[in-house]
């Protein structure tokens, strides 16, 4: 089992740069990680980084290419995803996710479903 626990939220102005931090144990060094999203009122996650287990190929969803940057460092059980230029839709509750599989194919990544463990969220708020 792994415990994730995400930090970094709070507010920032468009423009800005934010990093969120997620925090795990246990198995982390196995897994895949992904960043994904959620607006308020949306039901469904918004995929937005994800990144194999030995950070050898990072992923990134439209909305945030070449904004973001998803990086990790195995022995501090550490996940990162560093966000530049702020717009106001970023605005919204972060979470990281362990996925315990291998796909060659980018869509693979970007499915919050098959997922196994995730943090609570952090918010990020727009300040602006």
């Known amino acids: 089992q792994v415990q994730l626990v995400e930090s970094g939220g709070g507010l920032v102005q468009a423009g800005g740069s934010l990093r969120l931090s997620c925090a795990g144990s246990g198995r982390f060094s196995a897994y895949a990680m992904g960043w994904f999203r959620q607006a308020p009122g949306k039901e469904e996650r918004e995929f937005v980084a994800?990144?194999?287990?030995?950070?050898?190929?990072?992923y990134y969803s439209d909305s945030v290419k070449g904004r973001c940057t998803i990086s990790r460092n195995n022995a501090k059980n550490t996940l990162w995803l560093k966000m530049n230029n702020v717009k106001p839709g970023d605005a919204v509750v972060y979470s990281c996710?362990?996925?315990?599989?291998?796909?060659?194919?980018?869509?693979?990544?970007?499915?919050?479903?098959?997922?196994?463990?995730w943090g609570q969220g952090t918010q990020v708020t727009d300040s602006s």
């Open positions: 996710a362990t996925l315990e599989g291998y796909d060659t194919d980018s869509r693979y990544y970007t499915t919050a479903r098959i997922y196994d463990y």
């Open positions: 994800a990144i194999t287990y030995n950070s050898d190929t990072t």
